[in-house]
């Protein structure tokens, strides 16, 4: 059928009009990393408040607006878009499909973010001033008592909830009807089972969230009172319906990068995925887990003790799943033939710091013992091990190790471990010791605190400083390696990777898999 | 347990209790505090020492089976038995660490039986403390920020206690099981001490319940941990734990102080008296919208108001009434006739807003009554 052999069209054209899910995925992996720019921008602006006691840059309420917009970047622009870029870039290629099955979905779902992110930044400059209530926007903060510019916002808000749930329409609809022959479930890589099970937990969860941004603007505009207990509503139903959505929506940064992390470690351990089966189960085990565990974000708003104690040994039980695959993982290294490439260089540093994130995690989960850590500082320094050490550092390491398969050249490989060792220090110069502040009593979201907290808080910011500016180092080391990098040519980029993607030529034509592959072994064999 | 826990906490109790650089969390001096310390501790170990096993096998293997060093790959890839028992295990040890959990649980739950109620309401930014149970003339007043301004924004010495004092503190009675009902006015606040390990959301329209009780003297300080707003970090929370005498002093006191205030309301005031007063109250309860010298922020400017430059009784309207919609609360009810004439007074004679009116407390409560 497919008898055209033609690339890609020129001009602006070309990314205006794709429906090629290698120029989309292109277009998602620099959409995400434009908006992790501005969202470390963001988060530069807080880290220079907090630098010392006393406000010395910003009025507290902007801080509010830069905290919120952080949050709202950060997981909604920069994370889940760049995982759904490589989603579009690997998955077709990695099951042995030409393309997604929608494509014309996939030109769509992508050409409307940029609009949504536009807007949600234009709240800046509006009367009032950006959404200033935290990306979790508990009413009735976020609806009485917010700026005029929250109508804009929840308008991003389902545009980006639009925007993913098509996203996930599409992966799912390729991952089932788009496989090549042989290529069963239980083969396919597991990057692509874990976006298979986030791509149902996005379809599930996201409207719930539309659900929760319009009973907001019904609040707001038409006079209901969903959120208004003067109205007969509940505040506390907001954040049920939030953290209903707000949960799985953990897990759908997460589970993607468990797929990455299982990719790489096996490619650079020269040995094959240790329990893939357990995998496949952990993970869909910690997905159904996500649904029936939300209230734990809400221990301190005078639940019933029924309710805190189900919730308390449900989320305890995410740690039996979530040990599964650390233990898996450290099995692959075993006594494999281990180098340390930067990509294997993030997955380790993965590896240590999300389960330090997940230990801290299994903290929070005791109900008693979170009264004292609810939002705290200890509660910052757990979700950023665990969203940026989990889901950016792996973010990381699949683009330094898919790269060359990508243009054809290899990054330089000095550079990537520099970006890797100052990324580390940084990140645990900057989040660790908010463990300690955390424990001692500082609160989240405030832009100013007591004297005892100084000296950590300046180390944090120092911190984060140093790993901002190794983004940009990242940033140049990428387009370096587009531009000028050396020219690879090896189907097989790393000689521990496995998987079809690494049967294409390199770089991978524009079209690739017009006839279905032979699938030659079953996964987790050599 | 109690005897271990008060041995344990005199040396966390300095009279300050802040620890500069403290990194880990305080057992306070409650018996609940100490039992979630101790919580916290030990499931802390736990991760510790399995996270020393974890990483010592990863480590060990990156130093063992480099390719560098010629480790040749070994090609297993599954064992039944290791999965059933790193499932297994791990779920022997949450069930271990759900024992005590569920325990102390059901101890922060035992609101009953509580010699002494106060409802605490949360306020964009400050909290409002009644005491219920007493009999006579009821005791209920705000507590606000007491740090400067001018130490906040960095033109003064920053105290020792900067942003976690109050002008006027929460006082309780030592040894004395004391029930918190908490709520909120605007938004949803969460009121913590952490000394005394109670943290409960205020959510307008529900009333939470929380409970302690302190078994030695001394100053507890806290803050609000629920975003709710731009001076969301201006609302700190100070807990005066007295012997049961000084509390009752203290509350004769307090009751004195409101009939001496119902008096003053039946008086005609000077007009410095006013002014001063007016400022008192302006400082505490409008300045953090208005700005100092009422130039405005989050709400509009003082200084060349229409509204307060026009009629007066459409002034206190949106003073005791809010205007809604907007961050502008209804003070109505926060204030007392006294100081609403003191800051009515204050606002239509400061800033340049020389209109020469002098408000007494019998015309507000005039205009209150129609």
């Given at each position: 059928m497919g008898d055209h052999h033609h690339g890609p069209a020129q001009g602006i054209s070309r990314w205006l009009f794709t429906t090629n899910h290698k120029d989309i995925g292109t277009m998602y992996l620099w959409f995400s990393f434009a908006m992790f720019l501005l969202g470390g921008f963001f988060a530069m602006v807080i880290r220079a408040e907090l630098f010392?006691?006393?406000?010395?840059?910003?009025e507290p309420g902007f801080f509010n607006q830069m905290t919120t917009l952080h949050g709202l970047v950060m997981v909604f622009g920069a994370i889940m878009p760049s995982f759904v870029g490589l989603a579009n870039w690997l998955i077709p290629m990695m099951i042995g499909a030409p393309d997604m099955a929608l494509p014309r979905m996939n030109n769509w779902s992508f050409w409307i973010l940029p609009p949504a992110f536009l807007m949600l930044a234009s709240t800046l400059f509006m009367e009032g001033g950006a959404p200033a209530f935290g990306w979790t926007f508990y009413a009735p903060l976020s609806t009485t008592y917010a700026a005029p510019s929250v109508t804009f916002f929840i308008f991003a808000i389902h545009i980006l909830g639009v925007s993913s749930i098509m996203g996930s329409i599409n992966i799912i609809a390729t991952v089932m009807n788009m496989r090549a022959p042989g290529m069963t479930y239980m083969k396919m890589p597991l990057f692509v089972w874990t976006w298979l099970i986030t791509a149902f937990l996005l379809v599930a969860v996201m409207p719930v969230l539309a659900g929760a941004v319009t009973m907001m603007l019904m609040d707001i505009?038409?006079?209901?009172?969903?959120?208004s207990a003067a109205g007969g509503g509940d505040p506390v139903l907001f954040q049920h319906i939030f953290w209903f959505f707000g949960h799985p929506e953990v897990y759908i940064i997460i589970l993607p990068a468990f797929g990455v992390v299982s990719q790489i470690i096996p490619a650079f351990s020269r040995k094959p995925l240790f329990g893939y089966a357990s995998m496949v189960y952990a993970t869909a085990s910690i997905a159904f887990l996500s649904f029936i565990v939300w209230a734990h974000h809400m221990y301190t708003v005078g639940m019933p003790i029924a309710g805190e104690l189900f919730f308390m040994y449900a989320t305890m039980l995410i740690a039996v799943p979530t040990g599964v695959k650390v233990f898996n993982w450290i099995s692959t290294m075993w006594r494999g033939a281990l180098s340390f490439e930067t990509p294997m260089l993030f997955c380790i540093g993965f590896l240590i710091l999300f389960t330090l994130g997940g230990f801290t995690g299994l903290m929070l989960s005791i109900a008693p013992a979170d009264f004292q850590y609810h939002d705290t500082y200890f509660v910052v320094a757990h979700f950023h091990y665990v969203m940026v050490a989990g889901a950016v550092f792996s973010m990381t390491a699949a683009v330094y190790y898919w790269l060359p398969k990508w243009c054809g050249r290899m990054y330089n490989e000095a550079m990537g471990k520099t970006h890797f060792w100052i990324s580390f220090i940084g990140f645990n110069i900057t989040f660790f010791p908010q463990h300690f502040v955390g424990l001692a009593g500082m609160p989240r979201r405030i832009p100013d605190y007591a004297l005892q907290f100084a000296d950590f808080n300046m180390m944090s910011s120092i911190g984060a400083f140093i790993y901002g500016a190794s983004q940009l180092l990242f940033l140049y080391n990428v387009v370096a390696t587009i531009v000028a990098g050396k020219p690879v040519s090896d189907e097989k980029v790393w000689d521990g990777a496995e998987g079809l993607e690494w049967t294409v030529p390199t770089p991978a034509p524009?079209?690739?898999?017009e006839e279905p592959p032979l699938v030659p072994k079953p996964a987790g064999t050599i | 347990m109690g005897k271990r826990v008060s041995g344990l906490t005199l040396a966390f109790l300095s009279p300050l209790s802040v620890a500069q650089n403290q990194v880990n969390m305080s057992p306070g001096v409650t018996e609940i505090g100490a039992d979630i310390f101790e919580l916290h501790m030990l499931i802390m170990w736990i991760c510790v020492v399995i996270g020393i096993a974890v990483f010592a096998v990863m480590f060990y293997s990156m130093y063992a089976h480099r390719k560098s060093k010629g480790h040749q790959a070994a090609q297993f890839h599954e064992s039944t038995k290791v999965e059933v028992a790193w499932t297994v295990v791990p779920f022997l040890i949450l069930i271990a660490m759900a024992v005590p959990a569920t325990s102390t649980l059901l101890e922060v739950y035992d609101n009953d039986e509580a010699e002494l109620d106060i409802l605490i309401t949360g306020y964009q930014w400050k909290w409002k403390y009644e005491y219920l149970d007493e009999s006579g003339e009821p005791v209920a007043f705000f507590s606000n920020l007491a740090t400067p301004q001018e130490e906040i924004y960095n033109t003064a010495h920053k105290g020792d206690n900067y942003l976690l004092e109050v002008d006027e503190p929460l006082v309780l009675p030592t040894n004395t099981k004391v029930r918190f009902l908490i709520t909120a006015n605007d938004v949803i606040h969460s009121w913590w001490v952490p000394e005394i390990a109670v943290k409960r959301d205020a959510i307008p329209g529900f009333i939470n319940e929380a409970w302690t009780r302190v078994p030695e003297e001394g100053i507890y300080r806290g803050q609000c941990t629920e975003l709710c707003g731009a001076y969301h970090g201006f609302m700190p929370v100070e807990v005066h734990a007295v012997s049961r005498p000084e509390f009752d002093a203290w509350m004769a006191a307090k009751r004195g102080a409101a009939a001496a205030e119902s008096q003053l309301a039946m008086q005609t005031l000077a007009v410095d008296d006013l002014m001063d007063k007016g400022k008192a109250v302006y400082d505490s309860a409008c300045l953090a919208c208005h700005g100092a010298q009422g130039e405005g922020g989050i709400g509009n400017a003082i200084a060349g108001s229409a509204v307060v430059l026009g009629d007066l009784s459409s002034h206190m309207a949106v003073v005791a009434k809010g205007v809604s919609g907007?961050?502008?609360?209804?003070f109505g009810g926060q204030l007392s006739d006294v100081d609403m004439a003191a800051v009515l007074t204050y606002q239509r004679n400061a800033f340049g807003n020389n209109t020469g009116d002098v408000v007494q407390p019998g015309d507000v409560t005039g205009i209150k009554n129609g």
């Open positions: 010392q006691p006393g406000m010395q840059l910003v505009h038409f006079g209901t009172s969903f959120f524009y079209h690739t898999f | 907007t961050a502008m609360q209804a």
